[in-house]
């Protein structure tokens, strides 16, 4: 697969959907060593320190329906955790929908963008920001209570090229994966290292605000979380794991 390597650029994103646009193939990678306008889900930027981490984005061109792309952002993080428990003995896991949390505090970022028209995807981009051997005080310090890095959860330095090739290779597994048997399997692996499920969460839905036990996912990746008064399907929106 053709790689492409910048010492410094924007976002690796921006330049994965650039290339993806003109007709690049599936499977391009886009991997800087430092992002100065690395971008997070919400509009967020995203903290890409020069030689810290893995920033990374992946081109696909799944022939799922565009309605079923944001399980790409639950592959990866499937693909992703794999990856870090194969390179360290880091106790992380993913928290719903695709956070990877070490200690509360999060360890990689995925950033999905699609292009699609009418029912068939033109391209998926997965950008995913991994925080490898980034020191807590290296963090500016309104990310140091919620960021840390697969360094720190390991508890030594961590080979970002030994990280960067099982990430890929794991990628390359639950999307063969999801393309030949659908995405049941990539849901249970999901649900193995998913450190939501059974916990008490609050749910900040678009427009509202609830507690309840997340159970399960469904079929389509979202959370469902049981209220005490019924259970409640959350697809969009963010959960906080309480304490
Ligand atoms: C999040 O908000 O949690 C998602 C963060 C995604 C960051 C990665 S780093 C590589 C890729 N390029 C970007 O600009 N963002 C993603």
Redesign the pocket.
């Known amino acids: 697969k053709e790689i492409r390597y910048f010492a410094e650029i924007g ?4 330049e994965a959907k650039r290339l993806a646009a003109e007709g690049c193939p599936e499977g391009l990678i886009v991997v800087a060593e430092a ?1 100065n ?6 509009a ?1 930027g ?1 903290f ?1 320190p020069f030689g810290k981490g893995i ?3 992946v081109v696909l061109r799944p022939s799922f329906h565009p309605l079923d792309a944001p399980k790409c952002t639950l592959m990866a993080a499937v693909a992703l955790t794999k990856a870090i428990h194969k390179v360290t003995d880091a106790p992380c896991g993913i928290k719903w929908p ?2 990877i949390l070490y200690e509360g505090k ?1 360890l990689v ?3 999905t963008e699609m292009s699609a028209e009418m029912d068939a995807i033109n391209y998926v981009v997965i ?3 991994i925080n490898v051997n980034i020191a807590p005080d290296e963090f500016p310090p309104e990310l140091r209570d919620i960021a840390t890095s697969v360094a720190a959860a390991a508890g030594r330095p961590v080979s970002r090229l030994a990280l960067l090739a099982e990430v890929l290779a794991e990628l390359e597994t639950v999307y063969c994966l999801a393309v030949s048997q659908g995405f049941d399997p990539v849901l249970d692996e999901w649900r193995k290292l998913s450190i939501t499920l059974g916990q008490q969460v609050n749910v900040l839905a678009p427009g509202e605000t609830f507690t309840g036990i997340a159970v399960n996912i469904d079929n389509e990746g979202a959370l469902l979380v049981d209220t005490g008064q019924g259970v409640r399907r959350v697809l969009a929106g963010d959960v906080s794991i309480r304490p």
Request: overall charge positive.
């Open positions: 976002s690796t994103n921006n992002q306008t690395g971008r997070g889900r919400l967020r995203w890409s920033w990374l984005s695709n956070d999060k970022g995925i950033l950008g995913m920001g």
